[in-house]
């Protein structure tokens, strides 16, 4: 009996020793990860089970205690949740895929070749492009349509800045959607120069060259959508916040979804327009684990860079032009009204001085205290001292760190020395509201989130310039920074419990990088590379 007691007991130690670990789907060990939950702390290692993280914590201890399917040993490489885009345009971006790409441009010749050395590829029946920035070119005045008319007297042509908010159209594209010297419109501009049209359309009269474009077909929609999805997750963006789609592009999202072809998680914003608000307002927000429908996007002004923005004093570069709402205050105030009475959030575009007031007094009104319907200003780009009050938990800046890096060669310039010290005020934001999302509202700035990451810590541009740093009194912390990507930026969507750190419980999206961009010589973060992307533990992209 002695001997079969000993035989039992052994068999009991063995077992306990390790033959009986629990069952996961992965195990990532001898890593450098970096947790961002509240303590900001560190780990070497994580499971994954049905998707989540199921522990977190040393590599013997998760060896240990768990065995799986896969396991990867990092070998010392940096690990982090996976990146948030907190404003973007993720359809725009595959969109952009299958037009003239004009990013990058350096003169109005450059414009021009490029649209003509698409046409001789594609031979299209309307081109279409965008990327263009005059503020690039030795000549920094807005383009006119002389040269467009002379190559395509026939064919439409529409070439978008690179913000979205102003375009460059032919005479034949004018013609096309009946736009001349007496067309009405409210926000924005047609512009004319000795009662010529120039072919420059500043904000809402874009829209009626948008209703004249050629449809696009289900099959290149769908393509646009997978294009955008390769190329975020080559960045290590695992969720990306769409600022503006209509139902159309939802419903086609939520449909890629359910076939697992769109495996990136999106945020969607719900365009402004009466079909969209009609359709969603007065049903819950839609929500699975890759879709969240439960916000409106407004646009309250234009950009700085076209002098769209709307300022409560004149531009310092052009006497008696203050920029323009793009709607009557009454509407905007009829909309917030209607959308705070539903269980939606709003998250407004506001670039300019004068349209950030008109945001933060509406929302301040509506919201009051507490942090429960977390309304966004989008961009928050230009504040008066007296309006940073307005910002908390509740009302939230979303702000993109490379707006400020791609605007400073001439943003003094448009707004003056004194009003310049309210712009692009990271810092300054963040104080006040104790939270900030951080994005790229990319394709108007480059997808690459190591850039986001770099313009907010060092305000530099990728040649160090300026030697000090563009304001570098509102330059963000490198733990801040990685906050607003990630954690911060999953709060502005309702979602901080279910991502933006790795912790147990929360969807198993991370990534790891070639360096530790917390602690290499900041100007090497803009050369990051990605080595492999995960959503739901599953690998989605690697180098």
Known sequence: MKRIAMLLLLSLLITSCGGNKEQADLIVYNANVYTVDDQFGKAEAF????????????????????????????EGKAVYPGFIDGHAHFYGLGMQQQRVDLTGTKSFDEVVVRIVEFQQKNDVDFIVGRGWDQNDWEEKEFPVKDTLDRLFPDIPVAVTRIDGHAMLVNQAALDKANINNETKFQGGDIEQKNGKLTG?????????????????????????????????????????????????????IDSLNNSDKLKIRIYAMISNTKENLDYYLDKKPYKTDR???????????????????????????????????????????????????????????????????????T???????????????????????????????????????????????????????????????FKKLLDQAGVVALGTDFPVEQVNPFLTFYAAVDRQDTENYPEDGFMKDQALSREETLKGMTIWAAYANFEEKEKGSIEAGKFADFVMLDRDIMEVEIDSVPETKVISTFVNGEQVYKN
Request: hydrophobic residues 35%.
């Open 47 to 74: 499971v994954v089970k049905d998707g989540k993280f199921l522990e977190v914590g040393t590599s013997q201890d998760i060896q240990d205690k768990y065995e799986s399917k896969e396991s990867i040993d990092a």
């Open 200 to 252: 420059i359309l500043v904000d809402n009269p874009m829209l009626l060259i948008e209703k004249i474009t050629d449809e696009t077909n289900r099959n290149t929609k769908v393509e646009s959508l997978m294009d955008a999805q390769d190329i975020c997750f080559s960045y290590g963006l695992t969720t990306v916040v769409d600022a503006g789609i209509d139902r159309e592009i939802i419903e086609m």
């Open 291 to 361: 879709l969240n429908v439960r916000s409106v996007k407004f646009y309250g002004d234009g950009a700085l860079g076209s002098r769209g923005a709307a300022l409560k004093e004149e531009y310092s570069d052009r006497s008696g032009h203050f920029g323009a709402l793009l709607s009557p205050v009454s509407e905007f105030k009829k909309t917030a009204e209607r959308i705070a009475k539903s269980e939606y959030q709003m998250n407004t575009h506001a670039i300019g001085d004068s349209a950030n007031y008109l945001v933060l007094k």
């Open 363 to 425: 929302y301040d009104s509506l919201l009051g205290k507490g942090d429960g319907r977390r309304w966004r200003v989008e961009h928050s780009q230009v504040i008066s001292p007296e309006d940073f009050k307005y910002f908390s938990k509740n009302i939230i800046p979303s702000v993109q760190p490379t707006h400020a890096t791609s605007d400073m060669y001439w943003a003094e310039d448009r707004l003056g020395a004194d009003r310049v010290k309210g712009a692009y005020a």
